[in-house]
């Protein structure tokens, strides 16, 4: 069986990473990498032992789908061409600058008959993973990603950087339609919003709170999950994962230690039994573990991990909260 010819788009931070794990691949052949600078991209030609594509043309000739890690700006452009020559598109995220734009790939996709899987990579987090076997209905979730600055990825706000990771798992966990967005934020060292809150509610009457700052002293990658009956303490960043709950009267409580960090629980005037306990975290790369799903989905049918539609409607909730902080700053401008 002939196996399935990958290229990488892109020479960047992401773009070595993938053609790094791509050639590790056994399943696939990683056929060649194209950047805008070739001498970036001859480099990493040399060091993975594949070709160094001079266009895009070539790219298109040799491969039968692509990792498309060029900067935010350039996606739908990348994408859009691949597509029409029935290239299957693995795009880092977020899939596109706009909803516009996210919606016109969708559609090509379905006319080509071939797919887009987005790279919100947290979703195959380790510590994300460790909750498979919970039930998760949450009430409200905050979320911290902050970030030391990093030159690269500026030509996005950090709505589309950073918060959109976060915006993607929302949706995928809370599955209700939003109700309404509150949000502001500022411009600090680029020309587009570097720190971002947003405020969102849910029809089914969740509410998260997402905060996000590219310019901070101690960098954070925590969401934590409250519902009615449990808590949970995702630590993206360190792989761990804190859980606390209290068990129905059926739940056998040998192996479980109550929560005493939670202070003298006993001795409220309505005591539970709150256990607390922190799951086994699987070794995993995430990277490596969206890039398998990605090879699954084109050769064994398997549904797609991060589907366009999925990325396309995080990409219209980023839009909504940027243009919503872009109408804070000029308010605070005019006072």
Request: charged residues 25%; contains cysteine.
């Amino acid at each position: 069986m002939q196996k399935l010819r990958i290229s990488v788009i892109g020479a960047g931070h992401l773009g070595k990473i993938h053609t790094k794990l791509w050639k590790s691949n056994e399943n696939i052949e990683l056929v060649g990498i194209y950047d805008i600078d070739p001498k970036v991209s001859a480099q990493i030609a040399r060091e993975f032992s594949c070709k160094q594509f001079k266009s895009l043309d070539e790219v298109i000739t040799n491969s039968d789908a692509v990792t498309i890690a060029t900067p935010t700006s350039n996606h739908y452009r990348t994408a859009r061409q691949m597509l029409e020559h029935k290239i299957h598109c693995f795009i880092e995220k977020p899939i596109t600058s706009t909803y516009k734009e996210a919606q016109q790939l969708l559609l090509l996709a379905a006319e080509h008959k071939v797919l887009i899987q987005v790279g919100h990579v947290e979703r195959f987090n380790p510590a994300l993973i460790a909750l498979n076997n919970e039930e998760i209905s949450p009430i409200f979730i905050e979320v911290h990603r902050l970030s030391q600055f990093k030159p690269r990825a500026t030509d996005v706000s950090v709505i589309s950087d950073l918060m959109i990771h976060d915006i993607d798992i929302m949706l995928w966990l809370v599955r209700s339609q939003i109700k309404r967005i509150q949000a502001n934020g500022v411009s600090v060292l680029t020309n587009t919003p570097d720190i971002a809150n947003a405020r969102i509610e849910f029809e089914n009457g969740a509410v998260a709170n997402l905060t996000a700052s590219r310019i901070s002293n101690s960098p954070m990658r925590k969401i934590r999950i409250f519902q009615k009956n449990a808590y949970f303490s995702v630590d993206f960043a360190n792989q761990s994962v804190d859980v606390f709950k209290i068990p129905d009267n059926n739940f056998d409580l040998t192996h479980y230690p109550l929560a005493i960090n939670l202070g003298s629980i006993l001795e409220a005037e309505n005591p539970k039994n709150i256990i607390f306990y922190r799951p086994e975290v699987p070794q995993l790369n995430a990277i490596e573990e969206e890039q398998k799903s990605f090879v699954q989905s084109i050769i064994e049918k398997f549904p797609i991990a991060v589907p366009a539609q999925d990325a396309a409607e995080a990409v219209r909730i980023a839009n909504i909260i940027e243009r919503k902080v872009r109408k804070y700053e000029k308010g605070i401008l005019k006072r």
